[in-house]
């Protein structure tokens, strides 16, 4: 088990790597056109990017997962897959073109369908490049895929930015989306010697449509819900009212990518291979569970905390109305954390109709809320999300009990994390009121509370585990001197997921 450990922190620190530095970026980007662009534009460009990301899940099929997990691993599925996506892509792209007009009018923003054009060609780069990252991946070359993210992650920064300060408005973030989808799709070609072949076969497609349905009904379902306030949000309350919300999310969103992301990245292929042994799996799953909550939720609680002075800080005194449903969200996606790796669980052991079912129920929940809910208010809508996490994360586990024999006890330790967080922003923001000091003062004072409350809470209920997180970093700094004296670094990390499009304002950042 621990050479298995040593494998997946090595994995974890190159995830962790590209992920902190590109995200970082991506932030500081963020940052530059919040302040330059309205909340309007800021919603245009969500929904736009919102509406590409499900096309683009629909036309990759659920490709890079199939052939990561594949045993049938020869030329024949390989070039099946990618000449299947790739004329997949290409329709899309170009329905995304032929529509833009007609959507635009639609949605009552004729803004939008110059930017639908402009965007479309994401969608060929991105699903295309699906399988050779996923040829790197079962090769476990994932030290390449992170220095392919940073590269493309940093020059599309650098091109917003540079936009932005040129008066490129709305343009900024559509170069910024363009060029990350570009240097990615150039780099991972470069990194992979595989190319098509035309050796295409029925057999190879047709397990790949096998396979396929279920996922891509799966990440149909899950982008659609990802995505499905921002529709909402966009048509019922106005592109305004979106711009808000995007805001109230991107620092959450940042958060997750750095801690919960890191893990679940590698968790396909770290679960697949454990998946021979139900005590080595049940320990990788439940290792994996409790790290990314010990790294999730004292950021979240700091940030709940944090809020009334961070955010008119970074974006701007315009975006006040992002704060209260940010604060609220905090407490959503630290729930929402103990469900985080049920879809990688249940993947890896070929369960993906188990987890379109608890995709199909999940989308059902999230679209009756959002319809009742959004009306009343960002905040409202928050607060139920809140109260959609903990359905979920239940549904998850009676779930995975039945499929996989993951026991309740597994979710206790990660449980109380969120507890313990709960209660420290509780204490801090009792404090802040008590002490009736100034917004900087009292972020200050609230962010010492939580830190003091939720570090003696760690340490009272998972002392053993913070031991082990320090152990591993010890070998991953131990390994990383290795690779720098010349040893191989071919340790499994990076990226396990699908290409894809994603539908969050900078998401590309």
């Not at 917003?160 to 973030?173: D, F, I, Q, R």
């Not at 292929?269 to 998946?275: E, L, Q, Y």
Request: hydrophobic content about 55%.
């Amino acid at each position: 088990m621990a050479e298995f450990r040593t494998a997946v922190a090595v994995g974890v620190g190159w995830t962790a790597a590209q992920k902190w530095l590109v995200r970082i970026a991506g932030v500081l980007t963020f940052v530059v056109l919040s302040r330059l662009l309205g909340p309007a534009d800021i919603g245009l460009v969500a929904l736009a990017l919102a509406f590409l990301g499900v096309l683009g899940v629909v036309a990759d099929l659920g490709a890079a997962t199939f052939l990561v997990q594949t045993r049938s691993w020869d030329e024949r599925t390989r070039s099946t897959t990618f000449w299947t996506t790739l004329a997949l892509s290409l329709a899309a792209t170009g329905l995304v073109v032929v529509l833009a007009s007609p959507l635009a009018g639609l949605l009552g923003e004729p803004r939008l369908a110059p930017v639908f054009q402009a965007l479309a060609p994401i969608l060929v780069l991105s699903v295309t490049s699906a399988v050779p990252s996923a040829i790197l991946q079962r090769e476990l070359r994932f030290r390449e895929l992170a220095l392919r993210e940073m590269a493309a992650g940093l020059l599309s920064a650098a091109v917003g930015v540079a936009l932005a300060l040129a008066g490129a408005g709305v343009w900024a973030l559509v170069g910024q989306s363009g060029t990350q989808a570009l240097v990615s799709a150039v780099l991972v070609w470069r990194m992979s010697a595989w190319r098509p072949t035309r050796q295409v076969s029925r057999e190879a497609f047709a397990e790949l449509r096998r396979f396929g349905g279920p996922v891509l009904a799966v990440n149909v379902l899950q982008s659609v819900r990802d995505r499905l306030e921002q529709f909402l949000l966009g048509a019922l309350l106005g592109v305004t009212a979106l711009g808000y919300w995007t805001v109230a999310v991107r620092l959450l969103a940042l958060l997750v990518d750095v801690s919960v992301a890191v893990l679940d990245s590698v968790a396909l292929p770290v679960f697949a291979a454990a998946r021979t042994s139900a005590d080595r799996f049940r320990r990788a799953f439940e290792y994996a569970l409790s790290a990314t909550q010990v790294l999730l939720v004292p950021a979240l609680a700091l940030l709940a905390v944090a809020s009334p002075v961070l955010l008119p800080w970074l974006f701007g005194a315009q975006w006040d109305a992002s704060i209260p449903p940010a604060q609220v969200l905090c407490l959503a996606y630290g729930i929402a954390g103990l469900g985080y790796f049920n879809r990688a669980a249940l993947l890896s052991h070929g369960r993906s109709g188990v987890e379109l079912a608890l995709t199909a129920a999940s989308l059902t929940v999230h679209l009756a809320l959002v319809v009742l809910v959004a009306p009343l208010g960002l905040t409202a809508l928050a607060w139920a999300f809140a109260g959609e996490a903990v359905f979920t994360v239940l549904l998850g586990a009676v779930t995975l009990r039945g499929a996989l024999g993951i026991g309740p006890a597994t979710w206790g330790r990660p449980s109380l994390v969120v507890g313990g967080g709960l209660l420290a922003v509780a204490a801090a923001l009792g404090a802040m009121r008590a002490l009736s000091l100034g917004p900087v003062a009292g972020v200050v004072t609230g962010g010492a509370v939580t830190v003091v409350v939720l570090g003696l809470g760690l340490w009272l209920t998972n002392a053993p585990l913070l031991r082990q997180l320090a152990d591993d970093v010890g070998r991953l700094r131990g390994r990383g001197r290795e690779v720098v004296d010349g040893e191989r670094a071919d340790e499994p990390g990076g990226d396990a997921g699908p290409e894809r499009v994603r539908g969050d304002v900078g998401a590309h950042q």
